[in-house]
């Protein structure tokens, strides 16, 4: 679980946000209400879609703690944001890149094996800015053949 390290540039994105704890998991809601609507956002870069978390100050990880996720594409500008949306911005930083591939069912194993054991055993260390997957071309809904690219930010 050797991870790439890239520096991500500022990027701006429009799409819609929900606050919820990982005991109250909404993001299958969250993507059910943005999938019919991601047509509206104008000015898109590509075709890949963001699932990002944005933590609180002093994110501990406890599964109680309410942070938001974010269902979004990237623009290259917000002169018209579709009503019920929102701007976000991620700044630059640096990134540790997990590659996942299959179908969702062991996220959470992965998940608990880059902050257990991924980001150590590379020398890294976690920081509090938001995180990310990229829903790129190989990403495939619910297929044991899907691939997505985890971005954990990381002090460097």
């Known amino acids: 679980m050797q991870p790439q390290i890239v520096h991500f ?3 701006t994105f429009v799409g819609i946000a929900r606050s919820f704890s ?4 909404q993001v299958i809601e969250l993507w059910q209400s943005f999938m019919p609507r991601r047509h509206e956002i104008q000015n898109t870069v590509g075709s890949a879609l963001y699932n990002v978390q944005v933590n609180p100050v002093n994110y501990n990880f406890d599964p109680a703690v309410v942070f938001q996720k974010w269902a979004v594409k990237a623009v290259t ?3 018209h944001v579709p009503d019920g949306m929102q701007v976000l911005t991620i700044p630059a930083g640096h990134y ?8 969702g069912s062991n ?4 998940y608990r094996a880059i902050y257990a054991q991924g980001l150590s055993q590379a020398g890294l260390c976690w920081e509090n800015r938001p995180q990310f997957e990229v829903l ?10 899907s691939e997505e690219l985890v971005y954990i ?3 460097y």
């Open 107 to 110: 996220a959470a194993d992965f």
């Open 153 to 155: 930010p990381i002090q």
């Open 136 to 145: 790129g071309e190989q990403y495939k809904k619910n297929s044991p053949d």
């Open 96 to 103: 540790a890149v997990f590659t996942y591939r299959g179908d």
């Open 22 to 25: 990982m005991i109250d998991y």
């Open 9 to 11: 540039p500022e990027s």
């Open 77 to 79: 500008s917000i002169e």
